[in-house]
T-cell receptor
Framework: DTGVSQDPRHKITKRGQNVTFRCDPI?????LYWYRQTLGQGPEFLTY????????KSRLLSDRFSAERPKGSFSTLEIQRTEQGDSAMYLC????????????FGPGTRLTVL | DQQVKQNSPSLSVQEGRISILNCDYT??????FLWYKKYPAEGPTFLIS?????DKNEDGRFTVFLNKSAKHLSLHIVPSQPGDSAVYFC?????????????FGRGTQLTVWP
């Protein structure tokens, strides 16, 4: 399977704990995005990488959130001191820079903060 | 500020009939539009897209229409099949920006019944 993969698929944690998610994009894609989706909403943009450079962060990404893409391949999203409001589906997408902007999504990581 | 709006949260259609899903946007800088389909517990799957230089794009049973003056687009599915039952998200981007983030609507749940 050469699609976008995410790990873990599900994560349950207690409030105040740190969590880290991983995304492996499609191998030839140089752009990588993180989105968050809550119930009844569409995906909301969190941050974007072109190769290893983080080019934009949404204001939704508080200082408790950090994302990296150290070698321009896989990416990690860490949430420190989780809060119940962080409970959501975290989606990763990748694309190849060009004229279109078709982003291919992974299956997501479902985070539940108790 | 919801820049992409899907005002119908749900749509129910009989198998074989046409499904029409609607989407409105407010940002005149958007120049590329996409439709994604999402099944439960999966990430969104790219379906079809259209550039603002076109007013129609067709792919098999799926056709997207764009009315720039009205800032409105629609997805037509003909004929509808039970396997089309899913949540459909409309998304838009500004390719003039180097950022490439997608702005999503809240989705429309399509149910196709036999």
């Amino acid at each position: 399977d050469t699609g976008v993969s995410q790990d873990p698929r599900h994560k349950i944690t207690k409030r105040g704990q740190n969590v880290t998610f991983r995304c492996d994009p499609i191998s030839e894609h140089n752009r990588l995005y993180w989105y968050r989706q809550t119930l009844g909403q569409g995906p909301e943009f969190l941050t974007y990488f072109q190769n290893e450079a983080q080019l934009e962060k949404s204001r939704l990404l508080s200082d408790r959130f950090s994302a990296e893409r150290p070698k321009g391949s896989f990416s990690t999203l860490e949430i420190q001191r989780t809060e119940q409001g962080d409970s959501a589906m975290y989606l990763c997408a990748s694309s190849f820079s060009g004229n279109s902007n078709e982003q291919f999504f992974g299956p997501g990581t479902r985070l539940t903060v108790l | 500020d919801q820049q992409v709006k899907q005002n119908s949260p749900s749509l129910s259609v009989q198998e074989g009939r046409i499904s029409i899903l609607n989407c409105d946007y407010t940002n005149s800088m958007f120049d590329y539009f996409l439709w994604y389909k999402k099944y439960p517990a999966e990430g969104p799957t790219f379906l079809i897209s259209i550039s603002s230089i076109k007013d129609k794009n067709e792919d098999g049973r799926f056709t997207v229409f764009l009315n720039k003056s009205a800032k409105h687009l629609s997805l037509h599915i003909v004929p509808s099949q039970p396997g089309d039952s899913a949540v459909y998200f409309c998304a838009a981007s500004d390719r003039g920006s180097t950022l490439g983030r997608l702005y999503f609507g809240r989705g429309t749940q399509l149910t196709v019944w036999p």
